[in-house]
C-alpha cells in the first residue's frame, strides 16, 4: 500500500487505472472508483463507494484522498443564470456559471455551463476581470469536473433536466493548463464517469498556436471557439497581449486553425465582443469575414458585461444589426451571444475578483 497520499481527483481516467495497478488490484477497480468520484450521486468519501470490498476502501482511505471544491455561495440572476463561488484548498476561489435558454413556452431547451481552469489568468486581456487578478494557480482535473457535477445538480434540481453543454470559458486560459484540460475532457466524456457527449464541448482559448494543434491531434471531436475579438494585429495587440508574440500572434494563429478545422473537420467559432468605437465598424466586419473564410470559421458576436476599471463599453444594439448584418451579407454564419446574468457580476473573473483577498 502507498504511504504518500494521492488526490485521486486530480488523476485521468489512464492515470487511476495505472494507479490501480500499483495497488497490486485489477485495471476494472479504477472504473468503479471513476463511477463513485463523478457519475450522478458521486460521493466524498471511500467509505460509501459500497461496491469496492471493505479492505480496498480502508486502503484507499489510508493512501488517498479526494480534493473536492467547497461551494461559498451560489448567486441565481434575473434572468435565472446561476453563478457559483468554489473554493480550492488552497483557499482561493473560482467561479463557475449555469446558464439557461429558453424556448419560446419558457421550457429550458438548453442548459450551458461555464467552468474555469486556473484561479485567475496570465494572458491579461485589458478588458477582462480575471486578466487583471494575473495567475495564480490551476486547478486539477477533478477540481474542473467537480464544477460541472455541482451544476448538473442544480440543473436537476432547479430545471428538472440535465445540462446540455459545457464551455471552458471561465477564468483562466485552459491550453496553460492543457494536462489537466484533456484528462478533465477524459472524465467528462467517459461513460462510467460524466458520460457527455464530446460535440456538446467547446474549448475556449485566446488562441495559443502550438497547442491548438495538439487539441486537434488529442481531443479532435471536442469544439474549439477562439477568442478573437479583434480582426487585426494591431487592434489585437492593443487589448490582447498574446498578439503581441510571433509566436502567437495572428500570423502564427491563422495556419494552426486551418490545421485544427483540416484535422477535426469542423470550423472554428471566433468570439468576437464588441467594444464601442473599437472593433464594430463595418470595416472591422470586411476584414473579420475574410478571417472567417480563410480558416472556415463562424462568430459568435457578443454583448459585453461591462467590466468596472476598463476603458470598454458595450456597443449599440443598432450597431451589432449592422455588424450582424455585414457579415451575414458576406456568407459568414453568426450567432448573438447576450450578456446574462449582469445583476450577478457574470462577467467571467468579476465575482472571484471581488472576493480574494
Ligand atoms: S479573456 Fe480569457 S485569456 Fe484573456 S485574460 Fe480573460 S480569462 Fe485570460
Redesign the pocket.
Known amino acids: 500500500m502507498k504511504h504518500i497520499s494521492t488526490d485521486l481527483k486530480a488523476l485521468s481516467p489512464t492515470g487511476l487505472e495505472e494507479w490501480v495497478l500499483e495497488l497490486g488490484e485489477p485495471k476494472w477497480r479504477a472504473r468503479q472508483i471513476l463511477r463513485w468520484m463523478y457519475a450522478k450521486n458521486a460521493v466524498d468519501s471511500f467509505e460509501s463507494m459500497l461496491n469496492l470490498p471493505v479492505s480496498l476502501r480502508n486502503g484507499l482511505a489510508k493512501s488517498a484522498r479526494m480534493e473536492r471544491l467547497k461551494v461559498q455561495a451560489l448567486f441565481t440572476a434575473r434572468d435565472q443564470t446561476v453563478k457559483a463561488l468554489m473554493q480550492l484548498p488552497s483557499g482561493r476561489n473560482v467561479e463557475s456559471v449555469l446558464i439557461p435558454h429558453f424556448d419560446d413556452h419558457g421550457n429550458p431547451a438548453r442548459l450551458t455551463v461555464c467552468v474555469s481552469s486556473q484561479v485567475g ?1 496570465a ?3 485589458t478588458f ?1 476581470a ?2 487583471k487578478m494575473g495567475f495564480h494557480e490551476n486547478l486539477t482535473c477533478g477540481q474542473i469536473v467537480d464544477q460541472i457535477t455541482y451544476m448538473r445538480k442544480i440543473a436537476y434540481e432547479r430545471f428538472d433536466r440535465d445540462i446540455s453543454n459545457v464551455v471552458y470559458m471561465g ?3 485552459p491550453l496553460l493548463n492543457y494536462k489537466a484540460l484533456l484528462a478533465s475532457l477524459a472524465i467528462l466524456t467517459h461513460p462510467e464517469a460524466c458520460g457527455l457527449s464530446p460535440r456538446r464541448i467547446t474549448v475556449s482559448t ?1 488562441g495559443l498556436a502550438r497547442r491548438i494543434r495538439d487539441l486537434a491531434n488529442d481531443a479532435p471531436s471536442v469544439n474549439l471557439a477562439v ?1 478573437l475579438h479583434a480582426p487585426t494585429e494591431s487592434k489585437r495587440a492593443s487589448i ?1 497581449p498574446v498578439s503581441r508574440n510571433a509566436l502567437t500572434g495572428l500570423k502564427a494563429l491563422k495556419p494552426a486553425m486551418r490545421y485544427h478545422t483540416d484535422t477535426t473537420g469542423r470550423p472554428i467559432t471566433f468570439e468576437y465582443c464588441l467594444f464601442r468605437g473599437f472593433n464594430d465598424s463595418l470595416e472591422d466586419a470586411g476584414t473579420l469575414a475574410q478571417i472567417c473564410h480563410s480558416v472556415r470559421a463562424k462568430v459568435n458576436l457578443i454583448m459585453y458585461n461591462n467590466v468596472p476599471g476598463t476603458e470598454f463599453e458595450r456597443t449599440s444594439e443598432e450597431q451589432l444589426d449592422e455588424f450582424m448584418a455585414h457579415l451575414s451579407k458576406r456568407g459568414v454564419t453568426v450567432t448573438v451571444r447576450r450578456s446574462r446574468g449582469a445583476d450577478i457580476a457574470a462577467a ?2 468579476q465575482l472571484a475578483n471581488q472576493s480574494q483577498t
Open positions: 489568468c494572458m491579461g486581456c477582462c480575471t486578466g477564468m483562466g486560459e485566446v477568442s490582447m467571467c473573473g
